[in-house]
């Protein structure tokens, strides 16, 4: 591939791909600590951002908000996030992540990162530090906001 506009959309198609299979490697890890993808993404924005409405982890992970809220009370259900109230607006719920979901998420971002530097030994250091500069791209490709 070169980088002619011609190649942009083989270069996504590509990426797709290798995204798809990337999540195959990333799932048993997550799943071993009872998280799906969409589950542990809503528990790291949490962490990471602060209690958020559910309104706007719909908008980021681009899901209606009744999937929104089946999701977050799956995570309550498990003592992983609770709901309060809206200080702004008590028509409103803000989800926020609870300690020991902050423990589930460290130990299966933990457990994903362990499967992955298995496959990362098997690279050439040539090809580590091209995948190390390849991850600020790709975490400029895969914002939301």
Do not use: K, Y
Not at 107 to 118: G, K, T
Request: net charge neutral.
């Amino acid at each position: 591939m070169n980088d002619s506009p011609a190649d942009v959309p083989a270069l996504a198609e590509a990426l797709g791909a290798v995204a798809s299979r990337l999540n195959v490697v990333i799932r048993p890890p997550l799943l071993a600590f009872g998280l799906s993808l969409p589950q542990a993404r809503v528990l790291a924005d949490l962490s990471e951002r602060g209690p958020l409405r559910i309104t706007d982890l719909s908008v980021t992970e681009q899901v209606t908000q009744p999937s929104m809220t089946a999701l977050v009370a799956g995570l309550a259900r498990q003592g992983w996030v609770t709901r309060e109230t809206d200080a702004e607006d008590a028509r409103a719920v803000r989800v926020r992540i609870t300690p020991d979901g902050e423990v589930v998420l460290r130990s299966a971002r933990s457990a994903r990162a362990a499967a992955l530097a298995d496959r990362l030994d098997r690279l050439t250091e040539d090809e580590r530090g091209i995948l190390r500069d390849a991850v600020a791209v790709l975490e400029r490709l895969s914002s939301t906001r």
